[in-house]
C-alpha cells in the first residue's frame, strides 16, 4: 500500500515537473507564428521600395539625357543660324556682281547701291560666328573670309570709280567716235572687274556650302 502511494505521488511530482515546459513551449509558439506573418509583407515593402528606388534612377536618368539632347540640339539650331547668315551674305554678293555678257540700268543701279551694303553684311555674319569657331575671325577659315571681304572692298572701290567716269562721260552726251569708245572702255572695264568678282563670291558661296554641309551632317 505504501509502494503504491509513493508511486502515485511519483507520477504527480513528474506531471508537475512537466508542466512549465509544455507552458514554455506554448509560448515560443506566438512569436514564432507573428514573424511568419509579418515576413511577406517585409519582404513586399522592400520590393516595392527597390522598384520605386529603380524608379526614380531611371527617371533621374532620362531627365538628364533629355537635357544634353535639348542642349545639343539648341547648339546645332544657333549652329543653322550663323551658317544661313553666311550663305545668304556671300549669295547676295554673288548676285549684285553677276553681271550677264551686257551693261544695263539695273545691273548699274545693283552695282552703286546694293554691293557695299553686301559686303558690309558679309563681315556682320562672320563678326557674329560664335558657335562656329573655325570661322571665327582669328581662326583660319574666318581669315580666309576676312581676306575675300578686304578684296570685295577693294574690287567695289574700282568698280564705283569707273561708274563715276562712265556717268560724267555719258552726261556730256558726245557723239563722237572717240567719246563712244571710251564710253565703251568703261563698260568693258565694268564688265571685266565684275566677273573677276562674281567668279570670287561664286567660288566662296561653294567652299562655304561644302563646310555647313560636312558640320551640320557630322
Not at 502515485?8 to 512569436?31: H, K, L, M, S, Y
Not at 531611371?58 to 547648339?75: D, G, L, M, P, Y
Not at 570709280?161 to 568693258?188: I, N, P, W
Amino acid at each position: 500500500m505504501i509502494l503504491h502511494a509513493a508511486s502515485i505521488a511519483a507520477f504527480f511530482v513528474d506531471q508537475v515537473a512537466q508542466a512549465p515546459v509544455q507552458i514554455q513551449c506554448v509560448q515560443q509558439a506566438v512569436p514564432e507564428s507573428w514573424l511568419k506573418s509579418l515576413l511577406p509583407t517585409i519582404v513586399q515593402t522592400v520590393i516595392s521600395l527597390t522598384s520605386i528606388t529603380a524608379g526614380v534612377c531611371i527617371a533621374v536618368a532620362s531627365f538628364r539625357a533629355n537635357k544634353k539632347t535639348e542642349h545639343k540640339k539648341w547648339i546645332r539650331d544657333q549652329k543653322k543660324a550663323e551658317w544661313s547668315q553666311l550663305l545668304e551674305s556671300v549669295a547676295n554678293i554673288n548676285r549684285t556682281v553677276y553681271l550677264g555678257k551686257t551693261m544695263n540700268r539695273e545691273i548699274e543701279e545693283g552695282l552703286k547701291n546694293e554691293l557695299k551694303p553686301a559686303i558690309r553684311e558679309l563681315s556682320v555674319a562672320l563678326a557674329n560666328c560664335i558657335f562656329l569657331e573655325k570661322f571665327r575671325l582669328n581662326s583660319e577659315k574666318g581669315k580666309k573670309v576676312t581676306e575675300f571681304i578686304k578684296s570685295a572692298n577693294i574690287t567695289s572701290n574700282k568698280i564705283s570709280t569707273l561708274l563715276e567716269l562712265f556717268d560724267s562721260k555719258r552726261e556730256k552726251e558726245t557723239s563722237s567716235e572717240g567719246d563712244r569708245q571710251e564710253l565703251m572702255a568703261y563698260v568693258d572695264s565694268i564688265l571685266d572687274e565684275g566677273f573677276k568678282f562674281a567668279g570670287e563670291s561664286n567660288d566662296l558661296l561653294l567652299w562655304i556650302q561644302e563646310e555647313a554641309a560636312k558640320d551640320l551632317m557630322s
